[in-house]
Every structure is written in structure tokens, then in C-alpha cells.
């Protein structure tokens, strides 16, 4: 990704409300805060949050002439990015605190071992599966449903466009059906060496 520079000019316009001006700067911070925010929060949803607060948050400061200097124009939106990020984790953390207190308060029931046992059961079952899988069918499969990645970023790092992705997520998931109906109908280990005494 290749950086810009920013001058007063680029300000002016975007600060009035130039469409071209308004779509690059969008489009340019947009990329710029998917790298940093990816490896920080575990939603796509949290992630545009931020995004959507940040963007919210520098146009009001441009609107309010607090953005004095055109050429720190990068690191200001960093820096508000930053700050919702932090206001972000400190959310989070309270409503997990309240989550614990609540959690604390009710009695605890007896422990469904069978429902333990059969999810993780499940898990393994579906790590085989995809263990089975073609590699480009595994990874569409992880990269949209297990880390829920951008569609557009998907569709990068694959070569291909929205469309096409549909169809290679529809195959996948036709494929992880029929692995999984091999698996299913697999007999144990110890049953079939049980059934041959």
C-alpha cells in the first residue's frame, strides 16, 4: 500500500464535501484501519464500529477546525482510531465485569457432561473433515465462516470477485457436506474391531 501525503488543498476539500475527495479519504483510512483493527478485535461488527466512530470523530474535528496541520492528517486519524479502539476495550470490559457479577448470582446447575462431550466431539469431527478438504475449498471455508473476514478482502487474496466467490463458497460447502456425511457414517475404531470378534 503506498502512503499519501496531504496538504491543505486536500483539507479544503475535504472539508467542504468534494464527492472524489470525501471517496478517496474513505476509501484510504478504510484499508489503513482494517490492517490494524483486524488483528485487535475479534468481529467484523466491532471492527466497523470503530471504523464507522473514528470517521465520525475526524470529520467532526475537521468540521470544528481542529485538524490545523494537513500534513499530520494520517497520524490524527491514527491517533483517533486509537482512542476508540481503547474506549472500545474499556466497553468490553465492563460488560464482561457485569456479565461475571450476574454469572456469580445465579446457582449452578449440575454440568451437562453429554453436552461437553458431544461438542467437542463435534469440534473433532469437523477438524477431520476439513483436514480432508481440497486446501482452496479449506481455506474459503475458514477464511469466510471461522474468521468471518471482509468478502471484498476474501476476494482479494483469492483472485476473484463477489460473484465468483458465492460459487466457490457454495462448492466448499457442498464439499464439507459430503466429507461430512463420510464421517458421520464412518463406524468408531473400537466398533469395528468389535463387531470382527
Known amino acids: 500500500m503506498q502512503f499519501e501525503a ?3 488543498s486536500y483539507l479544503d476539500r475535504l472539508r467542504s464535501g468534494d ?20 488483528a485487535r478485535l475479534r468481529t ?5 464500529d470503530v471504523k464507522q466512530e473514528t470517521f465520525a470523530r475526524v470529520f467532526t474535528a475537521l468540521q470544528n477546525g481542529k485538524i490545523r496541520q494537513p500534513d499530520r492528517l494520517g497520524p490524527f486519524v491514527n491517533s483517533m482510531c486509537t482512542n476508540v479502539l481503547r474506549e472500545q476495550y474499556r466497553s468490553n470490559s465492563k460488560v464482561t ?11 449452578d446447575g449440575a454440568v451437562n457432561v453429554e ?13 477431520e473433515i476439513l483436514d480432508e478438504m481440497a486446501e482452496r475449498d479449506r481455506r474459503i471455508l475458514r477464511a469466510v465462516f471461522l474468521e468471518e473476514q471482509d468478502k471484498d478482502e476474501v476476494c482479494r487474496d483469492f483472485g476473484v470477485d463477489r460473484d465468483y466467490l458465492r460459487v466457490l463458497v457454495y462448492r466448499a460447502k457442498l464439499a464439507f457436506k459430503s466429507e461430512y456425511l ?12 468389535a463387531g470382527a470378534l
Open 6 to 8: 496531504f496538504d491543505q
Open 19 to 38: 464527492p472524489r475527495t470525501q471517496a478517496h479519504f474513505f476509501a484510504y483510512f478504510n484499508q489503513l484501519m482494517q490492517l490494524k483493527l483486524r
Open 44 to 48: 467484523v461488527q466491532e471492527i466497523e
Open 97 to 107: 465485569s457485569i456479565d461475571d457479577e450476574v454469572a456469580n448470582e445465579i446457582p
Open 115 to 127: 453436552g461437553v462431550v458431544a461438542a467437542r466431539q463435534m469440534e473433532q469431527k469437523v477438524r
Open 182 to 193: 463420510k464421517v458421520i457414517n464412518r463406524p468408531p475404531p473400537d466398533q469395528s474391531a
